[in-house]
Nanobody, 121 residues
């Protein structure tokens, strides 16, 4: 099982980025988390296998959109109206069973390597 995140980069505040995560192996629920150096990793967004259910941290609601393409084994995070406080390393992750809380880090069995998002003010 491998997860490969990409799409990070430097963007000005108010700009947009789209993160991609290529997954191998069977996939169930998937999510994005982020971490700033010196702080704990935090939940950003998650999506069920079917895509019918999505979950967002309050801080990104209305600005970020999570989606997936199961045929291509891809997970996406469209980030709009980026703020300096969104700057972090973003990780994609996936669970290995259905029916668990996708907003909790402890639910995730597999993690990608992270992609850095830098937002300049």
């Amino acid at each position: 099982v491998q997860l490969q995140a990409s799409g990070g980069g430097l963007v000005q505040a108010g700009g947009s980025l789209r993160l991609n995560c290529a997954a191998s192996g069977r996939t169930y629920g998937m999510g994005w988390f982020r971490q700033v150096p010196g702080k704990e990793r935090e939940f950003v967004a998650a999506i069920s296998w079917s895509g019918a259910s999505t979950y967002y941290a309050e801080s990104v609601k209305g600005r970020f959109t999570i989606s997936r393409d199961n045929a291509e084994n891809q997970l996406y995070l469209q980030m709009n109206s980026l703020k300096p406080e969104d700057m972090a390393v973003y990780y994609c992750a996936k669970v290995k069973v259905e029916g668990i809380d996708l907003t909790q880090q402890s639910s995730y069995a597999y993690w990608g390597q992270g992609t850095l998002v830098t937002v300049s003010s």
